[in-house]
Nanobody, 121 residues
Framework: QVQLVESGGGLVQAGGSLRPSCVSS???????????MGWFRQAPGKEREFVAR????????NYADSVKGRFTISRDNAKNTVYLQMNSLKPEDTAVYYC???????????WGQGTQVTVSS
């Protein structure tokens, strides 16, 4: 059973940076080759929204328009870890951030517990 654990959230002032990480356990890295990893977020009173994804094998990435140019998703194969470098943070980035895993052409089926990111103005 694959498990995802996020960490690295916190409180930061507007304009600051954070780098949450998501560690996968329970399977060897070789099982990631046909999967994608994504970051999503959910603010209070709002629906969960897509933030970024990375295709584990070839490293291709996609971003929501709201974070393009400010956030960068990356992976460390040896550590089975996905990162979300968040720069130039805005108060509207405040949310619980979740990582998720899914097959390349399918839905995300495994989710982490989330990490809180709070950006003060």
């Amino acid at each position: 059973q694959v498990q995802l654990v996020e960490s690295g959230g916190g409180l930061v002032q507007a304009g600051g940076s954070l780098r949450p990480s998501c560690v996968s356990s329970g399977r060897t890295f070789s099982t990631f080759s046909n999967y994608k990893m994504g970051w999503f977020r959910q603010a209070p009173g709002k629906e969960r929204e897509f933030v970024a994804r990375i295709y584990w094998s070839e490293g291709g990435t996609n971003y929501a328009d709201s974070v393009k140019g400010r956030f960068t998703i990356s992976r460390d194969n040896a550590k089975n870890t996905v990162y979300l470098q968040m720069n130039s943070l805005k108060p509207e980035d405040t949310a619980v951030y979740y990582c998720a895993r899914g097959p390349i052409s399918g839905a995300y089926g495994i989710w982490g517990q989330g990490t809180q990111v709070t950006v003060s103005s």
